[in-house]
């Protein structure tokens, strides 16, 4: 690390030189971003210390969306800068800026959205930087850093002569989704460092004397820390939110100056307000040819799988694992639930964050997977797996936390309570420590059951454990007996997983909507580093006496015969149509670059009616019959008793990437392939194929020429018939599903290299009659 004394911004107490400013607040300003609204990113010094900059942004090297440019949005003078949390920050050269000297001052405007997490107990100083130009090692410190952190934390630190100092809020954080003003003082002549946040003081440390900052030839960054991390290629760090007149001094402001400047911009005495979509994340990805438009999932960012999903005054809701700082997992470090409704669950609309993770809780360090119930007043109530790495006094760093609305005349029901004690807390002979997670509501009359999954106690297998309540007792829902394991299998395969995920049970009716007495008992197999990840089931009984589950067939089944997209199942009983029904995430298999460039991560899955089919004596699945009439804008192609000749010549000029298509076949007695995302030299597509003679059918996404490992590959299944079929594919851009005879589905990714590769084409060896295929164009439910 090399001392280059160039430059150094606290020689002097310099008066400001800019004919715009005129107030007190402006004695030694020597850096002044007021994050001017532009239409190229650019971000403007107009004190002129600064060169004219372009902030980086992942938008600027998207492969599949055109260039965007940063946002902005109204800030608290003038606009204000939004910053995604993993990619956006402003970065100049020390030769531009090298802070130094007796005196230095920062402030600016914070609106945060998401803070970066870690354990809470972590000796963790890499703050959200708002501005930063530091470096320190056991013998070395110099530079400045000034940000945030979890739970809004925010701290002040200088490198100096005597060492390191940093000065932190004691307890005054900032205020989430809102405008905060933050003023960092050091004054070295006078031997202290101050900190304030919206007119106030809230710390001051005391220093030696004659303290001076160590000038640091690093970059000076604004929104993202000096020193930076990387989680799934995205930068930790970052700030996510919105940052607003930035200013910096080469003098120790003084109090009465400051005081007067954030006077000066209140509004009937108030903090200017902030519209909250303003800071939430952002609808900017409606363009980007691989994120699919009518399947479910935030607007940008990280997501995981769907769960707790209820009705409630006419709106589904459903939650999901959410990293609203960026398109990565961070090791499930501060994972919070988001949020969806819909009146159809079919557009789903993002909402709100419900639950995040708050030191001084029950869920300090995460907020994973869970479920979802009424209580006997119909009122929902959610329980969620509370991650505490400390967990003193208790075995596992997962328990059942407990969460009711905050306003039952919410329609949206936006904001939650989480309970101050544990539902349920893991003890010894509850299942494996430390693997208990993903909580599933079921209820039988006056009777709730909570399954979840865990690992065998006695042996290296997967399980999910079980335990009752009733409305009758008091404190019901935090009042659960155990009862043990719902169900075991005795295959220690690796595939079957060391630790049950997301165990799902439900009652299913009969094809015809008749009740039977048939049960599903659905689970995702962990870890991903040993298991199958695939959803597998067993079609069975529950006995609510014992609260055993006694399966029909020995070994497990699948589903959808896709390879690991369709995962991480959830479920209900809908009370519209007494139908049971699942919810999955369908996953991006992506490499993590590709995730960081594109801004997204997963969406949710169609959902599936399940029912037993009495024929097969099986799982049936249906994709639910509203999307093609809640979704589609017209008919494209209706071809009725056409040659394939003539079908093809129909669909020659097809270019949409948003359809849903419809295929009926009489006397199939060949293969039939259906090429999609097919580019015009046919260099490029994915197969759908039928085999009535081995009575195979699946998905050969071999020929997209940007597909990887991942999801490169011949995935199929064996189906009951496959003479007489029909046929229902949904392409939305990347995002293939289909379903076949209502039976079982099959979920895939295609990653064409050739963007416009939309094309359809149908190829029949021979044999077999094309009743009717029909192409329907859907539209997006994010514009």
């Given at each position: 690390m090399s001392l280059t004394f160039a430059l150094l911004c606290?020689?002097?107490?310099?008066?400001?030189?800019?004919?715009?400013?005129?107030?007190?607040?402006?004695?030694?300003?020597?850096?002044?971003?007021?994050?001017?609204?532009?239409?190229?990113?650019?971000?403007?010094?107009?004190?002129?210390?600064?060169?004219?900059?372009?902030?980086?942004?992942?938008?600027?090297?998207?492969?599949?969306?055109?260039?965007?440019?940063?946002?902005?949005?109204?800030?608290?003078?003038?606009?204000?800068?939004?910053?995604?949390?993993?990619?956006?920050?402003?970065?100049?050269?020390?030769?531009?800026?090298?802070?130094?000297?007796?005196?230095?001052?920062?402030?600016?405007?914070?609106?945060?959205?998401?803070?970066?997490?870690?354990?809470?107990?972590?000796?963790?100083?890499?703050?959200?930087?708002?501005?930063?130009?530091?470096?320190?090692?056991?013998?070395?410190?110099?530079?400045?850093?000034?940000?945030?952190?979890?739970?809004?934390?925010?701290?002040?630190?200088?490198?100096?002569?005597?060492?390191?100092?940093?000065?932190?809020?004691?307890?005054?954080?900032?205020k989430q989704y809102a405008w905060n003003n933050i003023l960092a003082v050091f004054n070295g002549n006078e031997g202290f460092i101050s900190l304030y946040l919206n007119g106030r003081i809230v710390n001051r440390m005391n220093i030696p004397v004659g303290t001076y900052i160590e000038p640091c030839d690093e970059q000076l960054t604004i929104g993202k820390n000096t020193i930076t991390s990387s989680s799934g290629d995205c930068l930790t760090g970052v700030v996510s939110g919105l940052i607003d007149d930035l200013r910096m001094f080469n003098v120790a402001v003084d109090?009465?100056?400051?005081?007067?400047?954030?006077?000066?911009?209140?509004?009937?005495?108030?903090?200017?307000?902030?519209?909250?979509?303003?800071?939430?994340?952002?609808?900017?990805?409606?363009?980007?040819?691989?994120?699919?438009?009518?399947?479910?999932?935030?607007?940008?960012?990280?997501?995981?799988?769907?769960?707790?999903?209820?009705?409630?005054?006419?709106?589904?809701?459903?939650?999901?694992?959410?990293?609203?700082?960026?398109?990565?997992?961070?090791?499930?470090?501060?994972?919070?639930?988001?949020?969806?409704?819909?009146?159809?669950?079919?557009?789903?609309?993002?909402?709100?964050?419900?639950?995040?993770?708050?030191?001084?809780?029950?869920?300090?360090?995460?907020?994973?997977?869970?479920?979802?119930?009424?209580?006997?007043?119909?009122?929902?109530?959610?329980?969620?797996?509370?991650?505490?790495?400390?967990?003193?006094?208790i075995i596992s760093n997962q328990n059942v936390g407990i969460a009711y609305p905050k306003d039952l005349n919410d329609p949206y029901l936006t904001e939650w309570v989480t309970g101050d004690k544990l539902a349920i807390t893991q003890y010894f002979g509850q299942g494996r420590a430390g693997e208990f997670r993903d909580a599933h509501l079921h209820r039988e009359g006056d009777d709730y059951f909570l399954i979840i999954g865990s690992g065998d106690e006695h042996s290296g297998r997967g399980t999910a454990l079980i335990y009752q309540t009733n409305i009758h007792k008091p404190n019901y829902f935090t009042n659960w007996e155990y009862k043990g394991h719902v169900f075991d299998y005795a295959n220690s395969d690796a595939k079957y997983g060391a630790v049950w995920e997301l165990p799902v049970l439900l009652p299913l009716n009969d094809q015809n909507g008749e009740r039977t007495n048939k049960y599903m008992l659905a689970i995702s197999p962990a870890p991903a580093t040993t298991a199958d990840n695939n959803i597998i089931y067993w079609v069975g009984t529950f006995n609510k006496t014992t609260a055993r589950f006694s399966a029909d067939h020995e070994h497990p089944r699948r589903m959808d015969y896709g390879r690991n997209v369709f995962t991480g199942p959830s479920g209900f009983v809908d009370p519209v149509s007494g139908e049971a029904m699942m919810f999955s995430i369908l996953q991006s298999q992506r490499h993590a670059v590709n995730l960081a460039k594109s801004g997204w991560a997963h969406n949710v899955g169609l959902t599936r009616s399940l029912y037993y089919d009495t024929d097969l004596n099986d799982l049936g699945v249906r994709i639910i019959d509203n999307v093609i009439d809640n979704l589609s804008t017209g008919v494209v192609v209706d071809a009725l008793n056409k040659s394939v000749t003539d079908i093809n010549t129909a669909l020659a000029n097809f270019k949409h990437d948003m359809y849903a298509l419809t295929l009926t076949l009489k006397d199939l007695t060949n293969r039939l392939e259906l090429r999609v995302r097919k580019s015009a030299d046919d260099t490029e597509y994915t197969a759908i194929y039928l085999d009535p003679i081995s009575r195979l059918a699946g998905v050969n996404t071999g020929l997209n020429l940007n597909n990887t490992w991942l999801t490169n590959g011949d995935f199929n299944g064996h189906f009951s018939d496959l003479t007489n079929v029909k046929l229902t594919v949904y392409v939305d851009r990347s995002q293939i599903e289909f379903v076949i005879n209502d039976e079982k589905t099959i979920s895939a990714r295609s990653f064409p290299k050739d963007l416009a590769a939309n094309g359809i084409s149908l190829h029949l060896a021979g044999g077999g009659s094309i009743e009717h295929l029909v192409v329907y164009a859907m539209r997006s439910i994010y514009e």
């Open positions: 606290g020689c002097a107490k310099t008066s400001e030189s800019s004919s715009d400013t005129t107030d007190t607040f402006n004695r030694g300003l020597m850096v002044h971003l007021k994050f001017e609204e532009n239409n190229n990113s650019m971000v403007y010094d107009s004190m002129k210390k600064l060169p004219d900059k372009e902030a980086f942004y992942h938008m600027h090297q998207s492969n599949t969306a055109p260039r965007k440019e940063i946002q902005f949005k109204e800030g608290v003078t003038g606009s204000a800068m939004v910053f995604d949390g993993y990619s956006t920050y402003v970065a100049y050269n020390p030769t531009d800026l090298m802070v130094s000297g007796p005196e230095f001052s920062l402030s600016a405007w914070i609106a945060p959205r998401a803070y970066n997490y870690s354990n809470q107990y972590a000796k963790d100083d890499r703050l959200q930087a708002i501005a930063s130009q530091y470096y320190k090692d056991d013998t070395l410190a110099m530079g400045f850093t000034l940000g945030y952190k979890r739970e809004g934390k925010y701290s002040f630190g200088v490198g100096t002569n005597n060492g390191w100092y940093q000065i932190w809020d004691e307890g005054t954080p900032l109090y009465r100056d400051y005081k007067d400047y954030f006077e000066s911009l209140l509004v009937d005495g108030k903090i200017k307000e902030v519209a909250f979509n303003d800071v939430w994340i952002q609808n900017t990805l409606t363009d980007d040819l691989y994120k699919p438009q009518y399947h479910g999932g935030p607007y940008e960012h990280w997501m995981n799988e769907p769960h707790a999903p209820f009705y409630y005054k006419g709106l589904y809701h459903l939650f999901f694992q959410f990293n609203a700082n960026g398109p990565y997992f961070n090791d499930a470090q501060g994972i919070t639930w988001g949020h969806l409704t819909s009146p159809d669950m079919v557009t789903w609309t993002p909402r709100k964050e419900v639950i995040v993770p708050t030191a001084g809780t029950v869920h300090p360090d995460g907020i994973w997977s869970g479920g979802a119930t009424l209580d006997h007043e119909g009122n929902p109530v959610i329980f969620f797996t509370a991650g505490d790495y400390e967990h003193p006094g």
